[in-house]
């Protein structure tokens, strides 16, 4: 049963354009929400984060939307830049809980 | 470049066999999670030690254990290994508070044949 879903498995943007990616939950306990991006053989690095109190976050080129009603978030990407290319994973947690719950992640090609 | 290291890079071991990976997390950081990422997937939570005890697990057999010493070092044993454990094995350190960030190290590849 997959708490956080990405449907999408990857996802092709031109440079300089915007790129949204997608993520849906199931848990409404989840109380903070955020988005990791993984290069390969690297770990997960920290993007951004929602707590859930908010609907919108941002930081630099980077935009976290939150729907609680729908059980949806975004992450918006503008401009996109080549060294966005990577995988980006959605994730969620409780307030009183470490434990995070990933989505499988998107895979992001930034086209020149 | 988050300061939580892990060794080893890479390890094949066969079907049965015991095996230990290793992480180091920031000086600081007294909690540290492990997940296990198989291909095609995120990272699942197998559990969590807060100053060398336990105090949080997924859905994880026995089999995997770990431990967590004093100097910010930990462990991840896995027993009896099964084909299916073959993953990245990823450790994550945070601060004190429930609210920080948790740092990745770059994992371990485990292969079992």
């Known amino acids: 049963d997959q708490q956080v879903k990405q449907n999408s498995p990857s996802l092709s943007v031109q440079e300089g354009r915007i790129s949204i990616l997608n993520c849906d939950y199931t848990?409404?306990?989840?109380?903070?929400f955020l988005w990791y991006k993984k290069y390969p053989a690297e770990g997960p690095t920290f993007l951004i984060s929602?707590?859930?109190?908010?609907d919108k976050n941002e930081d630099g080129r980077f935009t976290v939307f939150l729907n609680k009603s729908a059980k949806h978030l975004s992450l918006h990407i503008v401009p996109s830049q080549p060294g966005d290319s990577a995988v980006y994973f959605c994730?969620?947690?409780?307030?009183?809980?470490?434990?995070?719950?990933f989505g499988k992640g998107t895979r992001l090609h930034i086209l020149p | 470049e988050t300061g939580v290291t892990q060794s080893p890079t890479h390890l094949i071991k066969t079907r049965g066999q015991q095996v230990t990976l290793r992480c180091s997390s920031q000086?600081?950081?007294?909690?540290v999670s492990w997940y296990q990422q198989a291909l095609g997937q995120g990272p699942q939570f197998i559990f969590q030690?807060?100053?060398?005890?336990?105090?949080g697990r997924g859905n994880f057999p026995p089999r995997f254990s770990g431990l967590q010493f004093p100097n910010y070092s930990s462990e991840l044993n896995v027993n009896a290994l099964e084909l299916d454990d073959s993953a990245l094995y990823l450790c994550?350190?945070?601060?004190?508070?429930?609210?920080?960030?948790?740092?990745f190290g770059p994992g371990t590849r485990l292969t079992v044949l």
């Open positions: 848990n409404s306990m989840f109380d903070y």
């Open positions: 030690y807060y100053r060398e005890e336990e105090n």
């Open positions: 000086s600081g950081h007294n909690t």
């Open positions: 994550a350190s945070r601060g004190d508070r429930v609210a920080d960030t948790q740092y």
């Open positions: 929602i707590s859930s109190i908010k």
């Open positions: 994730a969620a947690k409780g307030n009183r809980d470490d434990k995070i719950i």
